[in-house]
């Protein structure tokens, strides 16, 4: 565990460059399980031949690695929660990122997990015991060191496993187009919508209805910023749909026994403050545009959708990777750049 600045600067410099350049693999963990507000808690860090673990939460300074960085490829798995961390923490995104995830994808291995992938190219089994660890607590115990550390073990040597195949396969352009465009996605992605209430399964719900939902919804962020816990420990949405669909019967929600009597107190409040609520001032339900029936659209598509998995079946992957059924409506009702929603070499298999 590397815990001041100084040890960071000093492992960071003994770095020797690779053939090509930078390359090292990357992990991250944080305590959104655990806490209100999302903190980075732990960087995982490997070259290949040293793995380390660097603690942010004991180094308010993690310049020399932004720097290290800024000037690395880097291999991640499912890369876009670390990409976003990064980007949080540090400010920045690293210029070359290479997802072993997407790799694998783009090979035909089904079962994509970082877990299924060591086991399926490196024969290990990893422990996953430490999967939902509260990793802001200090000191670590031996059992999270290892199952953090495992993380960037195997991503270098995996990696290169997945390039030599995909170089086989005539896909490593594939790859490194896919992984280009994740970045540019992490990297343009914003801030949280305002109507972050608008959860699952409440698009069917009217005014009156979202109206509740709303209350609800900023009572449990209320509540669980106020604990220091994240909103799920709170209520579930499935709760909070729950209790809405009871309010619209006319019915009393049942709290849950263990709530203290505030928090009972303060959601009878939300409801008070929601009763008071204007027909004028509840918010609207978003109605999607229903399309026309048209069936040389529809014909458009079909074509579209068959081609795709036609393809998909002879490369032995999966058929969302070559298009999704989003895009391929976009291009289908000839709407204007649709086909830039496709990446060149999705453009050239389907022949648009």
């Known amino acids: 565990m590397i815990s001041n600045k100084e040890d960071l600067r000093a492992f960071l410099a003994k770095r020797s460059d690779g ?43 993690l310049s020399d690695l932004k720097t290290y960085l800024e000037t690395s490829t880097c291999w991640m798995h499912g890369a876009d929660y ?20 997407i790799g694998a994808r783009l090979l035909g291995v089904r079962k994509f997990g970082y877990g299924n992938l060591v086991e399926h190219y490196m024969g290990v089994e990893l ?47 594939w790859f490194e187009e896919s992984c280009v465009a994740a970045r540019d996605k992490a990297l343009e992605r914003k801030q949280e919508k305002e109507d972050r209430w608008r959860i699952k ?48 019967d006319g019915k009393k929600p049942a709290m849950p026994r263990h709530y203290r009597s505030n928090r009972v107190k303060n959601f009878d409040m939300a ?44 490369l032995d992957i999966d058929s969302s990777l070559i298009a999704a059924r989003a895009a391929l409506e976009a291009i289908a009702g000839g709407h204007d750049g649709a086909e830039q929603q496709l990446l060149s070499w999705q453009r050239n298999l389907l022949g648009i």
Request: hydrophobic share 40%; with cysteine; charged share 30%.
């Open 127 to 173: 422990e996953k015991t430490s999967q939902k660890a509260d990793w802001a607590k200090r000191p670590l115990t031996p059992v999270m060191e290892e199952y953090a550390l495992n993380d960037v073990v195997y991503l270098l040597p995996m990696a290169d496993m997945i390039v030599t195949q995909l170089k086989e396969k005539g896909r490593y352009e």
């Open 19 to 61: 053939v090509g350049g930078r390359v090292c693999a990357v992990d991250t963990e944080a305590d959104s399980l655990h806490r209100y507000s999302e903190s980075l808690c732990l960087v995982q860090f490997s070259d290949g031949t040293d793995h380390v673990l660097i603690d942010p939460l004991a180094i308010d300074d």
């Open 201 to 248: 399964g409440s698009g069917k719900l009217e005014p009156r209805g979202l109206n509740y939902l709303r209350a609800l919804w900023q009572w449990r962020d209320s509540e669980a910023e106020s604990w220091d816990r994240p909103p799920f420990m709170v209520a579930g949405n499935k709760q909070l749909l729950d209790w809405v669909a009871c309010l619209l």
């Open 82 to 101: 670390d990409m976003h961390m990064l980007k949080q923490n540090l400010g920045m995104i690293p210029p070359t990122v290479f997802d072993t995830q």
């Open 271 to 314: 409801l008070a403050d929601a009763e008071l609520v204007s027909v004028e001032d509840m918010p609207q339900r978003i109605r999607g545009k229903r399309r026309r029936k048209d069936p040389e659209f529809e014909s458009r598509l079909d074509a579209l959708m068959a081609k795709r998995d036609e393809i998909a079946a002879e």
